[in-house]
T-cell receptor, first 116, second 112 residues
């Protein structure tokens, strides 16, 4: 068990659907992240939250909408996605925001998203 | 801008032999370097990091990495590979308060 739990593990959605990805961390960390992992490409940082406040939006299209109600939970709301958005979406947490204390990231197992 | 290069898409090694997974980086200041491993259908797991101090860093599962400033490299090594080491390995670098940048990953295949 990684300490970071993501649900669902797999999601298939049409381009007009609305769905949400959920992430929960049990590590007492202060920072949480969403990453997108596509084959043969580096991990793409999407959003960063530190103490529940969004500190980074890495030019992500508005069809992806994050929400962080508290330091332990992070959501990614999805709306009118495109087929090229199909990927593995990884949630991660760290004690301090990376760049401040250089704490390592702890990742969940990801949600495999397929947009049809 | 920061960057990381993992020049090999795949590394093949026989069980019991030493393994090396290569990583080079480019940053404007002092680098902080990380290695992560990803097993099938799992997220990334932290293996080890270099912040400062001894150039040889030891990590989980018998892995180690050597920081070489003159060659701007941070290669991952293990003296004796196991079949269970087969996975995808990612190098990452950060400098100052910039973003953590990951490489494209290297698939390690250890044959029995």
């Amino acid at each position: 068990e990684t300490g970071v739990t993501q649900t669902p593990r797999h999601l298939v959605m049409g381009m007009t659907n609305k769905k949400s990805l959920k992430c929960e961390q049990h590590l007492g960390h202060n920072a949480m992240y969403w990453y997108k992992q596509s084959a043969k490409k580096p991990l793409e940082l999407m959003f960063v939250y530190n103490f529940k406040e969004q500190t980074e939006n890495n030019s992500v299209p508005s069809r992806f909408s994050p929400e962080c109600p508290n330091s332990s939970h992070l959501f990614l709301h999805l709306h009118t996605l495109q087929p090229e958005d199909s990927a593995l979406y990884l949630c991660a947490s760290s004690q301090d925001q990376v760049g401040a204390g250089n704490s390592p990231l702890h990742f969940g197992n990801g949600t495999r998203l397929t947009v049809t | 801008a920061q960057s990381v290069a993992q020049p090999e898409d795949q590394v093949n090694v026989a069980e019991g032999n030493p393994l090396t997974v290569k990583c080079t980086y480019s940053v404007s200041g002092n680098p902080y370097l990380f290695w992560y491993v990803q097993y099938p259908n799992r997220g990334l797991q932290f293996l080890l990091k270099y912040i400062t101090g001894d150039n040889l860093v030891k990590g989980s599962y018998g892995f180690e990495a050597e920081f070489n400033k003159s060659q701007t490299s941070f290669h991952l090594k293990k003296p004796s590979a196991l079949v269970s080491d087969s996975a995808l390995y990612f190098c990452a670098v950060i400098s100052g308060f910039q973003k953590l940048v990951f490489g494209t990953g290297t698939r390690l295949l250890v044959s029995p």
